[in-house]
């Protein structure tokens, strides 16, 4: 995620990029480097830039000025948000992890493909649920589900959009306890989240977004008020409870926010 | 009543009118699949529409039917496509506006100009009589270009239907297969409009794979399950457009209506709760586990 040289290190490099969407500014001047072993956490409000950065990332959307270079042969995964999937769709999840195997052209999976599909689902610790439909699945599952149909594809790099969105606290925890097993294991991984405490505070790597970048470091770097003042458009408090920081709206005496 | 049944079937007319309603209720209900899934239905129903204006517009300068309707709703098709991908107006709106204006148009042109084709009812409603040959062999031609353009594309429509952007990004060309599917939309609609009807199309498409999705969680099963019902329902109402003597259009539709009563019946509310909103993205389930706590005070 440094802005430094690491030629061998790094995956993709966006260099001073503008992006903007009907002509509307979304991103501008964004100079960030996607480095093998990154774990980093893009945080801002709705808005900011976050989908659109890692639209720039994916290679489905190109920057109007600036560059977006890719290490050649480098692959990137994706996992969509949960609030974008249609959930009454007919697929199993087998059906839908196999989704990410386009190359063949006859329907049905090869014994290679099945056996690979099994694999990546128990080793996601959802390997009973494969002739599922995916509705049937927790919120935890359904987002191994999609993770388990990234994996699939062997990438270097796995982006996800607000991976924690409307999960409970202990699959949040579960997930982020994921990830970091998968990061361990060699897998850059990118994501957006809007929740400061308790996501954001957990990653290594943060960069704070408002359509330029604000900030970006560790989060004792970033989860600070003069940042999240900046990137969020409201004062925080910033508190430190065991050696990690929360973020607290600030309110007056009255008990309302300060805006 | 077994005689009764068979009785039709001397007839060559009748034997070319059950051929045709069973590979064009096929067809429709394969086709079907992909239109529901992506939220299309209007799109089935408005590209009959301004295939009419083809239609309209080749009678009167005897054009040969499946080329000059054939031309215009590839164009309709892929006009609304592009319409659509620029977001400037939305896809309801666009589908409005080209198909309904060709349909205007074709009813113009027969008002003038006089038809010189098949009957202004058969063409809305679907006819039975005066499917010829060379109307078989079209729809056998256009259901076998379909099917292997499904089966070879499989992954690849599978994937751009459920997650266009986990498509781009798995390197499908969505572009590709969306005008891919239109293609193919237009050109089984040119081929059973004959059969099936104006008006009638539509549902043709929509009932199979509405009644399919109530039957099964899995996608390779619904295409097949779709398929087998929009066959079956041609085949039923074909049959009973002979002893009814009503337009063969209506009763494939009303076929499939009552195969859809029936598997209603049967399947209950699990079927209904799959079939409800077959193209829309929901909130998943969990997605109240969080509550905004109050401001402190």
């Known amino acids: ?259 | 009543m077994i005689e009764t049944l068979l009785d039709p079937f001397a007839y060559a007319f009748f034997v070319k009118g059950v051929i045709v309603a069973t590979l064009a209720g096929g067809l429709c209900g394969l086709i079907g699949v992909y239109i529901t899934l992506r939220g299309m239905s209007y799109i089935g129903h408005g590209l009959s529409h301004a295939i009419f204006g083809g239609f309209a517009a080749s009678s009167i300068i005897n054009l040969n039917y499946y080329l000059g309707a054939g031309i215009w709703g590839i164009a309709s098709a892929l006009a609304i496509n592009r319409v659509t991908r620029t977001r400037r107006i939305g896809a309801d709106a666009a589908i409005g506006v080209i198909t309904t204006a060709s349909f205007a148009l074709g009813i113009a042109l027969l008002t003038i100009f006089g038809n010189k084709g098949p009957s202004f009812d058969a063409a809305l409603f679907g006819s039975i009589i005066g499917v010829s040959e060379a109307d078989v062999w079209a729809l056998v031609g256009i259901t076998g270009f379909t099917a292997v353009v499904i089966f070879l594309n499989y992954r690849q429509l599978l994937v751009a239907t459920f997650d266009p952007e986990v498509a781009d990004v798995s390197g499908v060309p969505v572009a590709r297969t969306d005008a891919l599917l239109m293609l193919v939309l237009s050109l089984s609609i040119l081929a059973t409009l004959t059969v099936i009807g104006v008006t009638l199309v539509a549902a043709t498409l929509v009932i199979p794979a509405v009644v399919a999705r109530m039957l099964t969680n899995r996608f390779s099963r619904m295409l097949w399950l779709s398929t087998a019902i929009g066959a079956t329902s041609g085949l039923v109402g074909m049959n009973l457009s002979y002893h009814l003597d009503v337009p063969s259009g209506t009763t494939i539709v009303l076929t499939g209506a009552v195969v859809f009563l029936v598997v209603l019946q049967v399947t209950g509310s699990k079927g209904l709760r799959r079939a409800a909103q077959l193209d829309s993205h929901p909130e998943p389930a969990p997605a109240a586990a969080f509550k905004r706590l109050p401001a402190p005070k």
């Open chain 1, 1 to 259: 995620m440094t802005i430094r040289d690491s030629a061998q290190l790094s995956l993709i490099r966006i260099v001073d990029a503008t992006f903007a969407y009907n002509r509307r500014p979304v991103l501008k001047d964004i100079n960030l480097t996607v480095d093998r072993h990154d774990f980093v956490g893009v945080v801002g409000p709705s808005g900011s830039g976050k989908t659109s950065l890692l639209r720039l990332l994916l290679g489905t959307a190109r920057p109007q000025q600036g560059s977006v270079t890719r290490e050649p042969g480098t692959d990137v995964a994706y996992v969509p948000q949960l609030e974008t999937v249609n959930w009454n769709f007919p697929v199993t999840v087998e059906e839908c992890v196999l989704m990410s195997r386009t190359g063949r052209r006859l329907p049905w999976p090869s014994r290679a493909e099945r056996t690979d599909v099994a694999d990546v689902l128990a080793r996601l610790g959802i390997g009973d649920l494969g002739r599922r439909h995916i509705r049937e699945l927790s919120g935890g599952q359904q987002q191994r589900m999609f993770i388990a149909r990234a994996l699939l594809r062997r990438p270097q790099l796995l982006l996800l959009d607000e991976p924690t969105s409307g999960i409970d606290v202990g699959t949040r925890h579960d997930m982020l306890h994921l990830l970091g097993e998968l990061n361990g294991q060699g897998l850059a991984i990118w994501l957006t989240t809007h929740d400061l405490n308790g996501v954001a505070a957990h990653l290594p790597q943060l960069v704070a977004l408002h359509q330029t970048v604000i900030a970006s470091g560790s989060p004792g770097a970033v989860i600070c008020p003069d940042v999240l003042e900046r990137t969020f458009g409201a004062p925080v408090e910033v508190l430190e409870h065991l050696g990690m920081p929360v973020v607290l709206d600030r309110y007056d005496e009255q008990g309302r926010a300060i805006a």
